[in-house]
C-alpha cells in the first residue's frame, strides 16, 4: 500500500501522517508531498527520514491512495489528474464536497455510499463531522427536524499562523496577523468569509453539508460560528428537535453506544466534554445533555472534538481504512 499524503508539511498534513502511524495503516512506501517552495525538505514517519517531493514526481510513483490537505486551489488543479492516472483521493478541502458527482464521507454515518469507482473522496468541514457523528443515532431512533448550531472552533483550525499570532499575542510580541482582529482573550464571530445572505461560508458548510452526509434535504440547520483562543478541539452547542418525542436515558444510552462517541455527562461530578480533554484524540464527545424546556421534542446537547484528528486527518485515515477493508482500492 503506497500512500501519498499531499500537504504533508502543513498542520493538518502532518497530523495525518502521526494518525496513519499510530492506526497502523497499512503503509509500504509513503510519499510525503508538498507544493515547490518545500520540495527537497524532509519529514519523518514511523522514525525513517522521507524527503518532499513535487505533484507530478507523486503521480509517477503510481501511490495506491492519496490524502489531501493542501486547500481547494490545489485539489481542483490535481486531485483530477491523480485519479486519472488511476490513484484514489481522499480530499480534505472544501473543492469536492458539494459536488453531486462526489462522495461526502464521515464512516460512521454513511461509508455504505462508497464504491470502487469512487476516485476523488471528499473529507467534511471539521465542524460538521463532529456534530453528524452525534446526530445520525438520534436522527436514526427519533428524526431530525431542525438544528441549530453555535460553534466555538479552535485557533488550529486556521493552521500555524493563528497559532503564533496567538502565542504571540499572549508573549506581548507583534508579529503576523491571521486574523483582522487580535485572538487572544477575545472571540471573533467571523470564521471564512461572508456570503451574500449574511453567513459565512463555515456557516453554509455546516448546513450544506449535514444533510448531504445525513442523506436528508428535509434537515433544517442554522448555524453560527465562531473562532475563541483554545487549542486542541472544536466546541459545539447544539439544539436538535425532533420529530418525535425521547427519553434522556435512551438518548444517553444510543449515544454511549454509537461508534465513534464518548459520552461525557455527569454534571454532578462536573463531568462534561472540553476542547483540553478532547486534544489529541479520535473520538468525538459529547455532553450537557438536556431537554429544551421551551418547546416539544428538542434537546440541548455539548460536542467536543480534536479538529486536525476527527475533524480531519482521522476521518480521511478512517475513510482509508474502510476502503481497504471492503477491497475498493
Same mark, same amino acid.
Given at each position: ?35 515547490? @517552495?518545500?520540495?527537497?525538505? /524532509?519529514?519523518? $514517519? +514511523? ?8 505533484? !507530478? ?113 499572549? @508573549?506581548?510580541?507583534?508579529? /503576523?496577523?491571521? $486574523? +483582522? ?8 464571530? !467571523? ?139
Amino acid at each position: 500500500m503506497k500512500v501519498a499524503v499531499v500537504g504533508a508539511t502543513g498542520l493538518v498534513g502532518s497530523k495525518m501522517l502521526q494518525v496513519l502511524a499510530e492506526r497502523n495503516f497499512p503503509v509500504t512506501a509513503i510519499l510525503p508531498v508538498a507544493s515547490e @517552495k518545500s520540495i527537497g525538505k /524532509e519529514i519523518s $514517519y +514511523r522514525n525513517k527520514t522521507y524527503k518532499v517531493m513535487g505533484m !507530478q514526481d507523486a503521480i509517477d510513483a503510481k501511490p495506491d491512495l492519496a490524502i489531501f490537505s493542501a486547500g481547494g486551489s490545489t485539489s481542483l488543479a490535481w486531485a483530477p489528474r491523480f485519479a486519472e492516472a488511476g490513484i484514489t483521493v481522499i480530499d480534505n478541502s472544501s473543492a469536492w464536497r458539494m459536488d453531486p458527482s462526489k462522495k461526502l464521507v464521515v464512516p460512521e454515518v454513511n461509508a455504505e455510499v462508497l464504491n470502487a469507482n469512487d476516485k476523488i473522496i471528499a473529507n467534511p468541514n471539521c465542524s460538521t463531522i463532529q456534530m453528524v457523528v452525534v446526530l445520525k443515532p438520534l436522527h436514526d431512533a427519533y428524526g431530525i427536524k431542525r438544528v441549530v448550531v453555535s460553534t466555538y472552533q479552535s485557533v488550529t483550525g486556521t493552521g500555524v499562523k493563528a497559532v503564533e499570532q496567538m502565542m504571540n499575542e499572549r @508573549k506581548g510580541v507583534q508579529g /503576523e496577523m491571521a $486574523y +483582522r482582529y487580535p485572538i487572544d482573550l477575545n472571540a471573533i464571530p !467571523q470564521i471564512d468569509v461572508f456570503t451574500d445572505n449574511g453567513y459565512t461560508k463555515e456557516e453554509m458548510k455546516m448546513v450544506n453539508e449535514t444533510k448531504k452526509i445525513m442523506g436528508d434535504e428535509n434537515i433544517l440547520v442554522t448555524a453560527t460560528c465562531v473562532r475563541i483562543p483554545t487549542m486542541g478541539g472544536h466546541s459545539e452547542s447544539v439544539n436538535i428537535e425532533f420529530e418525535k418525542d425521547f427519553d434522556l436515558g435512551e438518548v444517553r444510552s444510543l449515544l454511549s453506544k454509537a461508534p465513534g462517541v464518548v459520552l461525557q455527562d455527569d454534571v454532578v461530578n462536573f463531568e462534561y466534554p472540553m476542547p483540553l480533554t478532547a486534544h489529541d484524540k479520535d473520538d468525538t464527545f459529547v455532553g450537557r445533555i438536556r431537554r429544551d424546556e421551551t418547546q416539544p421534542n428538542t434537546l440541548n446537547c455539548w460536542i467536543v472534538s480534536d479538529n486536525l484528528r476527527k475533524g480531519a486527518a482521522t476521518n480521511a485515515v478512517q475513510i482509508a481504512e474502510y476502503l481497504v477493508a471492503k477491497n475498493l482500492l
